[in-house]
Nanobody, 122 residues
Framework: QVQLVESGGGLVQAGDSLRLSCAAS????????MGWFRQAAGKEREFVAA???????YYADSVKGRFTISRDNAKNTGYLQMNSLKPEDTAGYYC????????????????WGQGTQVTVSS
């Protein structure tokens, strides 16, 4: 059974940093591309960042230069380092995995985690 478990969310002030983790089990992590998405209250889910199996990274314009996605295949874990957080970054953050390397910005991922809440106060 495949599981993705996010952690690292919390309540921070604007300008602070957080690192989210996504621990994967039940799959060969190195064979999968990973994405991070977020959904704020009353809004649609949106793409944040993705990293392919070959470590090519993609970012939404709203987080480019502030967020960094990475992965540690030996630990079956993906990460999202978030710096210079803004109140508009407040959302539930979800990691996802898919076996392909295309269309990483869309939401069509095979596996999803339950999410971790990030709240940024002004």
């Amino acid at each position: 059974q495949v599981q993705l478990v996010e952690s690292g969310g919390g309540l921070v002030q604007a300008g602070d940093s957080l690192r989210l983790s996504c621990a994967a089990s039940g799959l060969t992590f190195s064979d999968y591309s990973m994405g991070w998405f977020r959904q704020a209250a009353g809004k649609e889910r949106e793409f944040v960042a993705a990293i392919s199996r070959s470590d090519i990274t993609y970012y939404a314009d709203s987080v480019k230069g502030r967020f960094t996605i990475s992965r540690d295949n030996a630990k079956n874990t993906g990460y999202l380092q978030m710096n210079s957080l803004k109140p508009e970054d407040t959302a539930g953050y979800y990691c996802a995995a898919k076996s392909t390397v295309t269309l990483l910005r869309d939401g069509k991922y095979r596996y999803w985690g339950q999410g971790t809440q990030v709240t940024v106060s002004s």
